[in-house]
């Protein structure tokens, strides 16, 4: 049984950083590309970054030189570094699998499996 587990949100200061991970389970993480979405209040789910298997990235701009994706493949989790945060990056935070890291990857009907999502919120 697939399943992603989300970790590692919380509440952060504005230029503050957090470390989101995806755990993986049910399948060899090695073989599938990782995508990290985020949903705020109101908005359409939007696309950060993906990952695939061959360690290929790809960022939207909103994250550019400030999120790194990353991929721990012997501990099958997947990684997003987020620095300089800002209020506007407020949102539930999601992975994603089984999908594909292409110029496309940042429509959410392309990924097969979710996590349950992890809470970020920046305020002071």
């Known amino acids: 049984q697939v399943q992603l587990v989300e970790s590692g949100g919380g509440l952060v200061q504005p230029g503050g950083s957090l470390r989101l991970s995806c755990a993986a389970s049910?399948?060899?993480?090695?073989?599938?590309?990782i995508a990290w979405f985020r949903q705020a209040p109101g908005k359409e789910r939007e696309g950060l970054s993906c990952?695939?298997?061959?360690?290929?990235?790809r960022y939207a701009d909103s994250g550019k030189g400030r999120f790194t994706i990353s991929r721990d493949n012997a501990k099958n989790t997947v990684f997003l570094q987020m620095k300089m945060l800002k209020p506007e990056d407020t949102a539930v935070y999601y992975c994603a699998t089984k999908g594909y890291c292409s110029g496309s990857y940042y429509y959410p009907h392309l990924w097969d499996y979710w996590g349950q999502g992890t809470q970020v919120t920046v305020s002071s």
């Open positions: 990952i695939s298997s061959d360690g290929s990235t």
């Open positions: 049910g399948f060899t993480l090695d073989d599938y590309a």
